[in-house]
């Protein structure tokens, strides 16, 4: 289980800056959020508005909770899509209403998906694929979880439509944070996405991280038992 350095979360400033791949892979497009400026404009209609920046893909939030002792018969139908959203300014605009991971009740899961994929193992997109995870101490996920946040929909893994998605899943002793691949069959590009992965979240290269394809999922009918480890 991965523990972080101790250091507070980095909280976003009124003049934030977040660089985000655009359309075009090899050029980044910086994103300067000012909440008064933003209201300023907002009251001057003689000033230029800035065109939003639009994403590479367009994604959602979904949520579910869990009572304990309550058992789901129906996932899918259980879960709750928060937002969509094909734009940076839409993407904070979603984030920034979401609870903190350490503010939610345990069982919880958030997960963001490219539009369009279902969050379940049987979905079109998913069947072939997997997820990378990781088991996280309790604390740490609120900061790991912004940052692979920020770096999907930010195409910074660059490798098309192969992320189908991440999962944040709160749990009693421990918070774990998913990546869902499109195809577990292909090991370059599976490997690809763990080494970024890593990279993105600052984790140690000697960081274990597990691997389940979903195939193994269905036929288990568990998430998080029976994983492939690696380092």
């Not at 991440?166 to 292909?186: F, H, P, Q, T």
Request: charged share 25%; glycine share 4%.
């Amino acid at each position: 289980m991965y523990a972080a350095p101790s250091a507070p979360l980095e909280t976003k400033s009124t003049h934030d800056t977040l660089c985000l791949l655009s359309t075009k892979p090899t050029k980044l497009v910086q994103y300067k959020r000012d909440k008064a400026s933003e209201a300023s404009a907002a009251n001057a209609s003689t000033e230029p508005v800035d065109e939003p920046h639009v994403l590479r893909f367009a994604w959602s939030f979904w949520f579910i909770h869990r009572a304990p002792g309550h058992k789901i018969s129906d996932y899918e139908a259980a879960m709750t899509r928060v937002a969509t959203f094909s734009t940076v300014e839409a993407f904070w605009a979603s984030y920034s209403h979401l609870k903190r991971a350490d503010k939610v009740p345990t069982i919880t899961d958030y997960h963001m998906f490219r539009a369009g994929v279902r969050p379940v193992w049987e979905d079109t997109a998913n069947m072939a694929g997997g997820k990378w995870m990781i088991r996280l101490k309790k604390g740490v996920s609120p900061r790991m979880w912004e940052k692979l946040c920020m770096a999907v929909v930010g195409d910074v893994f660059n490798v098309g439509d192969q992320v189908c998605g991440i999962v944040l899943s709160i749990r009693n002793s421990e918070d774990i944070v998913s990546l869902w691949n499109k195809n577990a069959l292909d090991t370059k590009t599976t490997v690809h996405i763990r080494d970024a992965m890593k990279s993105v979240m600052g984790l140690p290269a000697s960081c274990v991280l597990e691997y389940k394809a979903h195939n193994d999922s269905l036929r288990d009918n568990s998430s998080f038992r029976n994983t492939d480890v690696y380092k």
